[in-house]
């Protein structure tokens, strides 16, 4: 994590679920800038680790764009779960950065992360 610089680099016990449960913190702006990086190749990690993950992660692709992206969600046991869609586009040689966390009550409330991103970004004009 502190090689990556990612959130406030904190694992903690957990190895398994330190993301989930754990003291790992990070802002969707920050992870936001994360996802930058990676899209233009930019971690200290192997260009051939990112470009595997650039495939995977690529949701999409459009007239003139492409679309990446990752959701995820943790449902506590008790209380209102947090979801999200991270990701990036790519459209002109550019790539614009994104990140959604919303507070999720249910699966319902959880489908609506991407439609919800979505709909920004075509308010934006990047999709």
Do not use: C, H
Request: cysteine-free; proline content about 4%.
């Amino acid at each position: 994590m502190k090689r990556l610089g990612y959130g406030n680099m904190r694992i903690g016990s957990q190895v398994d679920r330190f993301w989930l449960q754990g003291p790992l913190e990070i802002s969707t702006e920050e992870e936001a800038r994360f996802v930058a990086r990676l899209a233009r190749g930019r971690l200290p990690v192997s260009q051939r680790s990112q470009a595997l993950e650039r495939d995977i992660a690529r949701q999409e692709d459009g007239d003139g764009y492409a679309l990446y992206g990752k959701t995820g969600w943790y449902d506590p046991p008790q209380g209102t779960g947090v979801g999200w869609w991270v990701g990036w586009v790519e459209k002109g040689g550019r790539v614009y950065a994104f990140a959604l966390n919303i507070n999720l009550s249910d699966e319902a409330a959880a489908a609506k992360r991407v439609p919800l991103a979505r709909a920004a970004l075509q308010q934006l004009g990047v999709l």
